[in-house]
């Protein structure tokens, strides 16, 4: 596509539950990353997917979060037992970059998924 | 830790007014400054800053970096209502592994 996709664009669900948010990178783009925002705070960084690489996992707040991405492409960020707190909007971003000094490309987010834990 | 601090943290103008948004940061092995216009939804990319001094214009927007002073300027001229928006600023490693970002700053441009 165009642009990157994310999807649900909405999701509320009840406290406990787990949740599954699923992000579409732009079409070429080795690097996917995931930022979660809180009402009225900045876009606060979770984890980076490139190429076959390890993913950098270091803002992951708790081991309720984890992601993949398969076959380099399509992601998804996985919550387990959601907590009120959980509650944000996830943004997905991603760029043609390869990290270092070969690239400075920048990144291109998608509209995001409100998620909203009752 | 890495820290970006973005001010004013609000701003109201009217339609035809100059407005300078500020952004000062602390990145560890720091490569790029970014800034984002968001609106509804998506952060839009405006500028990607690498080099010191060197001003990106686009229209009526314009950036400028200072490695020095670890500090960036965003500059819109004859502000329109479209212009209305919250303004991210963001800081990049070298590793290209994350953006942090600073609060932003929300701009309301009156008619």
């Known amino acids: 596509g165009a642009g990157v996709s994310q999807s649900p664009s909405n999701k509320v669900t009840e406290k406990g539950k787990d949740v599954e948010l699923r992000c579409d990178p732009i079409?070429?783009?080795?690097?996917l990353y995931w930022y979660r925002q809180s009402l009225g705070q900045g876009l606060e960084f979770l984890i980076y997917f490139q190429g076959n690489s390890a993913p950098d996992k270091s803002g992951l707040p708790s081991d309720r979060f984890s992601a993949e991405r398969t076959g380099g492409s399509v992601s998804t960020l996985t919550i387990q037992r959601t907590q009120q707190e959980d509650s944000a909007v996830y943004l997905c971003?991603?760029?043609?970059?390869?990290?270092?000094?070969?690239?400075?490309?920048?990144?291109?987010f998608g509209d995001g998924t409100r998620l909203s834990i009752l | 830790e890495d820290k970006v601090v973005q001010s004013p943290l609000s701003l109201v103008v009217h339609e035809g007014d100059t407005v300078t948004l500020n952004c000062s940061y602390e990145v560890t092995n720091f490569r790029s400054l970014l800034w984002y216009k968001q609106e509804k939804k998506a952060p839009t990319f405006l500028f990607m800053l690498?080099?010191?001094?060197i001003e990106k214009k686009s229209g009526r927007l314009s950036s400028i970096l200072d490695k020095k002073e670890l500090f960036s300027i965003l500059n819109i001229t004859a502000t329109q209502t479209g212009d209305s928006a919250v303004y991210l600023c963001?800081?990049?490693?070298?590793?290209?592994?994350?953006?942090?970002f600073g609060e932003g700053t929300q701009l309301t441009v009156n008619p």
């Open positions: 079409s070429g783009h080795t690097a």
């Open positions: 963001a800081g990049e490693e070298t590793s290209g592994s994350r953006l942090t």
């Open positions: 690498t080099s010191s001094g």
């Open positions: 971003a991603s760029s043609f970059s390869r990290g270092g000094i070969y690239s400075n490309q920048p990144q291109h």
